[in-house]
């Protein structure tokens, strides 16, 4: 069973930074049991959305939402089971809990780099929260 644990979440103001982590435990690499780890964040009375994903088995694909484009970067440690989400020139607008999940999805997906949605991903931390003031 694969547990999500995330970190680094905490109140900046704007123009600030964060690095979230998102630590994987119970990986078996070896049954692909996992090839893609996605952030998620989810604001007050909103909807959860996709913020970025990377597929974990290399070839360099990543996804972000516009929102965050070319301030947020997704990378991974696979010696650490660990994917970040560097977060710079924060917003207002980024304050949300974050949340990370993890999944199998097909190449085609992946090739895509299209935005992850909730219901491919079968495995989620609990979240930790950013707050970002003006």
């Known amino acids: 069973q694969v547990q999500l644990v995330e970190s680094g979440g905490g109140s900046v103001q704007a123009g600030g930074s964060l690095r979230l982590s998102c630590a994987a435990y119970?990986?078996?690499?070896?049954?692909?049991?996992?090839?893609?780890v996605a952030w998620f964040r989810q604001a007050l009375g909103k909807e959860r959305e996709g913020v970025a994903s990377i597929y974990t088995d290399g070839g360099g694909y990543t996804y972000y939402a516009d929102s965050v484009k070319g301030r947020f970067t997704i990378s991974q440690d696979n010696a650490k089971n660990t994917v970040y989400l560097q977060m710079n020139s924060l917003k207002p607008e980024d304050t949300a809990m974050y949340y990370c999940?993890?999944?199998?999805?097909?190449?085609?997906?992946?090739?895509?780099?299209?935005?992850?949605?909730?219901?491919?991903?079968?495995?989620w931390g609990r979240g930790t929260r950013v707050t970002v003031s003006s």
């Open positions: 999940a993890a999944a199998f999805v097909s190449m085609s997906k992946v090739v895509a780099e299209t935005a992850p949605q909730e219901y491919e991903y079968n495995y």
């Open positions: 119970g990986l078996t690499y070896s049954i692909n049991s996992i090839n893609s």
